[in-house]
């Protein structure tokens, strides 16, 4: 595997790790619309963990969801992404450490570093998709209650924190792909120049037949 490949991969799943731990707090998950509405005295913005609100004055109020299931299926499903996003994201970070060939944690056994880089990769994968669904399922709800003419609640628009976490979910899916890419291709190569038993035997008996008709004529 190339070194330089490895430090990328690394790189680009670092950052992302540190993004979905940016995204998960961040209060601008959706902020009302200010489509359609004339006066405005104070905005609404939510996220997985409150709601809050903000007047003309610049004062901030907040409110933690008071029960877990009283909140919807999507926001539910949205905390449990999230979450494994940042587990996966941290096994994934600790397996790429261990499987770079700079690193000696595994000694010189470079096909056990390829395996567990591998894992890693893995593991960065893992967290891109379920930040990507825990994003991507949250806006589709927030733009269909938006164009949904009947809907009578309060209509929200995307945060910030959905494109952070978009970009988040992105790097972690690039970083995986590299690592897993290098580990196979690192792996096709050693097998195609790897001699088979059959190729050793076949070379040994040449040897000795050789030797042996050496030896018969040295007498002669």
Request: proline share 3%; with cysteine; aromatic share 12%.
């Amino acid at each position: 595997m190339d070194p330089v490949v490895e430090v990328v991969a690394l790189i680009l799943g670092f950052v992302s790790w540190i993004m979905v731990g940016v995204t998960i707090p961040n209060r601008y998950w959706k902020v009302s619309t200010l489509d359609g509405t004339v006066i405005t005295t104070s905005t609404l913005y939510e996220n997985l963990w409150m709601s809050c609100a903000t007047d003309s004055t610049g004062v901030h109020n907040c409110r933690e969801f008071p029960s877990l299931l009283a909140l919807s299926g999507y926001i539910q499903a949205s905390r449990a992404l999230m979450i494994a996003a940042v587990m996966a994201g941290t096994f994934g970070l600790v397996a790429t450490l261990i499987g770079m060939q700079c690193s000696k944690a595994a000694g010189d056994n470079y096909t056990l570093k390829g395996r567990i880089a591998g894992t890693g990769g893995a593991f960065f994968l893992l967290q891109g998709l379920c930040t990507m669904i825990s994003v991507s399922w949250y806006a589709a709800n927030i733009t269909q209650e938006f164009f949904n003419p009947l809907y009578p609640g309060q209509k929200y628009e995307i945060g910030e924190a959905l494109y952070i976490g978009w970009a988040s979910g992105v790097l972690a899916i690039c970083g995986g792909a590299c690592l897993m890419f290098s580990c196979k291709l690192a792996t096709e190569e050693k097998a195609y120049y790897q001699p088979t038993r059959e190729t050793v035997y076949s070379a040994s008996a040449s040897m000795r037949e050789t030797q042996s008709t050496y030896g018969r004529n040295a007498y002669v």
